[in-house]
């Protein structure tokens, strides 16, 4: 029946496993979760070596880091049964019926969003920019999501049928940080499958700080920008994606050395600003445009 896949980088999985291995013992169906660990510090190993203990728990350490694609595709081979679920590890379960939320979904070929949450009651300054993001621009309802489903699709914590996946890979490709989502929620619009967004979400735990998630931002945008650069999505990111959508408007009247050239300017003020309030998400925004229009 279900197969709870978790890919591990430098997290303690104790209590999520854990939680997960209780609930799924609650269901009268199949149930194994595998967790591979994509070559986490000596430490998180040693503490997750006690969830192989647990019945139906496969635990496996990789030498080598093989990036987020790559290893959610090597997951997904390893898995005995037809529906997937995948999560992140840096996660928590809010809810006593997670699980069952999601075997009541697993009819036909379907693609299954459970949404993401975050603590509302956190309130660290040295988070507040990934802490910002994250209650704005992704913890959104089912209802929401469900207005543009393809262009919603995280990774954080779906369902899919084995069947899709075995068509439709993530893109390994892609060995940097970002966007490895929109790429793969692009692919699942071109083939005609659609996603399906339900309230059933994770709460994010493992958040970066200000500098390391501006400089992941950044990263991303590299992604993003290299996707662009490939006239198979080159039409439907535009469209898709604001940041892409003013960046080629941006283009068009040739204002993008301009803007490339007020990035440079301004980028060190403005990334001191985020990286010591982190509230201000036009200014991150900008900041990331402004560093799409210095890329060649």
Do not use: W
């Not at 009247?253 to 990286?275: D, E, F, R, W």
């Amino acid at each position: 029946m279900l197969s709870i896949l978790i890919p591990v980088y430098n997290f303690d999985i104790r209590n999520l496993v854990s939680e997960l291995h209780c609930q799924a013992l609650q269901e009268n169906v199949p149930v194994e979760i595998i967790i591979i660990d994509d070559a986490s510090d000596k430490g998180f190993c040693t503490a997750n070596r006690e969830i192989a203990n647990l019945s139906n728990v496969s635990y496996k350490e990789l030498e080598k880091n093989i990036g987020r694609s790559k290893i959610r595709n090597f997951l997904s081979k390893k898995a005995l049964y037809d529906y997937l679920l995948f999560m992140d590890c840096d996660a928590r379960i809010s809810s006593k019926t997670y699980i069952k939320n999601y075997v009541k979904q697993c009819m036909g070929e379907v693609v299954v969003c459970g949404g993401t949450a975050y603590e509302s009651s956190e309130e660290n300054n040295d988070f507040g920019l990934r802490i910002n993001y994250g209650n704005k621009r992704e913890s959104k309802s089912a209802q929401y999501r469900n207005q543009a489903p393809n262009n919603c699709f995280s990774s954080f914590n779906f369902l899919i049928s084995k069947s899709i996946l075995q068509r439709i890979t993530f893109d390994e490709s892609l060995t940097q940080y970002g966007h490895e989502d929109t790429l793969f929620g692009l692919e699942l619009k071109r083939h005609n499958i659609k996603i399906r967004h339900i309230e059933n979400s994770l709460i994010h735990l493992g958040l970066d700080s200000n500098p390391i998630f501006l400089s992941k931002a950044l990263l991303s945008v590299k992604n993003l920008y290299t996707i662009f650069n490939n006239d198979f999505y080159n039409k439907e990111l535009k469209r898709d994606i604001k940041l892409l959508n003013y960046y080629n408007k941006i283009k068009l009247l040739g204002l993008a050395p301009v803007v490339g050239l007020m990035y440079h300017a301004t980028q060190k003020s403005i990334s001191k600003n985020l990286i010591s309030r982190g509230q201000n998400l036009f200014y991150f925004d900008m900041l990331r445009l402004g560093f799409l229009c210095t890329l060649k």
